[in-house]
């Protein structure tokens, strides 16, 4: 039974040039999250440029986080094997080439793929980042320092989209995905200088197969999910998903084999672990499911440009960093459990903003409103979310609380994207086909098979049609945007109805303040880590 007595926290410990490290490591994230985020303001842009559907746009934006959700548990297992310093310079070495691939793309296709490429480069180095925090601090300096990673790295995402903005005003956007490159060179330099390398790491086997596993485990869940929204594709999406149930399946029971695991499960059953990590998965992918259908609808239905659809993210960037603070306080005094739980609450009511705010003529205090409430509320739940991870596991096995902790964000992002991006197309071609339907007959006369199938493929592809028929174009057009708002709709009542789900199960399962502290002591005396 857990006591009432307050339980005291462990003491704190930094590195040398604690500042200095701790800047490396964010600067490090915030390139891998600059990549994840920045494909989102150009997506109408890339619509209409290479001919790309809706479904084809969600593949492209869930690309970079498909690639990165795929393989980090691996690379986390392999960085706390071989290096973890080794392992985020080759991820931030790798990631500037592929950048240079996705700005030079003549294809959806080959655009997809070198975001994958991205994403794989992100995987090697963003969940070492925090690993890296983990094994060199301790205690509430741990806290703070998760804050700061936690909250610069998201706000370095979200105004990623700000830079992109500006740059898509006078540039293409092929340009967009090089914004990151400068960052790249500058943490390539600061962690090959200030970095510590080998502290903490572990001689134990790495699991390989259950490496490649989960690889194909995650990455056919997420395509999956990417198929249903594609015309005449459910057959292969219920083929991705069923191949998916069947690694899940062999991955969870090759860890429940393997002498030296992957994903231990003996750590990932602790409630603190398993409910941060289901908690981060809903939370992150909420923000990149909000800012994904966002960007688009701020460009398509309310007419921004790229520079103002990026300025107006920017709120929610300041929102996260200026919460983060306030969030490692609130775990020091009230536990993770509420911190998670004032995130939940706080992020619901953007969605609710959205949902009841947003439409043809949404003012754009309104607006601001919405991702102040969206950046606010993953501030307050980030660090718990990530916190919670990695105190519920040796320092010597942080790769995997590391990589869970990366699978918050890019396996709730794909997740997220996925699903609101299918359920914002199938939204929109729906009521593109209600308006259709519901037109005099004799507009009904003038729209063939091939035009009825063009306006339900993509906005992109009615604004393209509207074009080619001044006639109509105003018609068109405002059937357009209003479709796409009732499927944006759809998409912000899934973001309510997950939240709601996350809330229920952080409040009945995660432990209240002083029971989680006793579990982390109780976790830290198990482990023979020594410092």
């Not at 003996?266 to 923000?287: E, N, T």
């Not at 718990?384 to 596991?393: F, I, N, R």
């Not at 609380?401 to 729906?430: C, F, K, N, V």
């Not at 035009?451 to 592809?461: D, N, R, V």
């Amino acid at each position: 039974m857990a006591s009432s007595a307050t339980v005291a926290l462990p003491p704190s410990i930094s590195p040398k040039k604690a500042g200095l490290v701790l800047t490396a490591l964010i600067l490090g994230a915030g390139v891998a999250n600059m990549n994840l985020a920045v494909a989102n303001v150009g997506l109408p842009d890339i619509g209409r440029d290479l001919g790309a559907s809706q479904a084809g746009l969600n593949v492209v934006a869930v690309g970079f986080s498909l690639g990165l959700a795929a393989t980090v548990l691996y690379l986390g297992a392999l960085g706390d094997r071989y290096g973890r310093k080794l392992m985020l310079l080759a991820g931030l070495i790798i990631g500037v080439p592929a950048a240079f691939m996705s700005a030079l793309s003549p294809s959806v296709e080959m655009l997809a793929l070198s975001r994958l490429i991205g994403g794989f480069a992100a995987g090697m180095a963003y969940p070492t980042t925090l690993a890296l925090i983990t094994a060199l601090w301790s205690g509430p300096a741990r806290t703070r320092a998760i804050a700061l990673w936690s909250a610069i790295g998201a706000a370095m995402s979200a105004s990623s989209t700000l830079l992109a903005g500006a740059v898509l005003m006078v540039l293409p956007w092929g340009y967009s995905f090089l914004i990151a490159v400068p960052f790249a060179v500058v943490a390539i330099f600061l962690v090959w200088r200030l970095v510590p390398a080998h502290v903490n790491e572990t001689t134990d086997k790495v699991d390989h197969l259950g490496g490649v596993l989960s690889a194909l485990f995650i990455g056919t869940l997420v395509m999956g999910i990417n198929y249903i929204a594609l015309d005449g594709q459910l057959d292969i999406a219920v083929a991705t998903l069923g191949a998916s149930v069947v690694f899940g399946f062999l991955f969870f029971w090759r860890q429940k084999r393997a002498s030296e695991p992957l994903f231990d499960l003996k750590y990932a059953v602790r409630p603190p672990f398993w409910v941060a990590a289901v908690s981060g998965i809903i939370v992150f992918g909420s923000l990149m499911g909000a800012m994904f259908v966002g960007q688009q609808f701020l460009q398509n239905v309310l007419g921004y440009n790229t520079l103002q659809a990026g300025l107006a993210i920017i709120p929610s960037a300041l929102a996260m960093v200026i919460v983060a603070p306030f969030s490692s306080r609130m775990i020091e005094n009230y536990g993770s459990r509420i911190t998670l739980l004032v995130g939940f609450v706080v992020c619901m009511a953007g969605f609710l903003t959205m949902l009841f705010g947003w439409n043809i003529h949404t003012p754009l205090a309104i607006v601001i409103i919405s991702y102040v409430l969206i950046g606010a509320g993953v501030g307050f739940a980030g660090t718990p979310a990530s916190h919670a991870l990695t105190d519920s596991v040796p320092v010597t096995k942080v790769g995997m609380a590391s990589g869970t902790g990366d699978l918050q964000r890019d396996l709730g992002g794909s997740i997220m994207q996925s699903l609101l991006g299918a359920i914002l197309g199938a939204g929109y071609a729906a009521a593109i086909a209600k308006s259709i339907s519901e037109a005099p007959a004799a507009t009904q006369a003038e729209i063939t098979t091939s035009i009825g199938a063009t306006l339900k493929k993509s906005f992109g592809s009615a604004a393209d049609l509207a074009s080619k028929y001044p006639d109509y174009s105003q018609a068109i057009m405002d059937a357009a945007k209003q479709s796409f708002l009732d499927g944006a709709n759809w998409a912000y009542a899934s973001g309510i109805f997950v939240m709601l789900i996350g809330m229920i199960i952080t409040f009945f399962f995660f432990p209240k303040k002083n029971r989680e502290r006793e579990l982390y002591a109780e976790y830290a005396k198990q482990s023979s880590t020594v410092h």
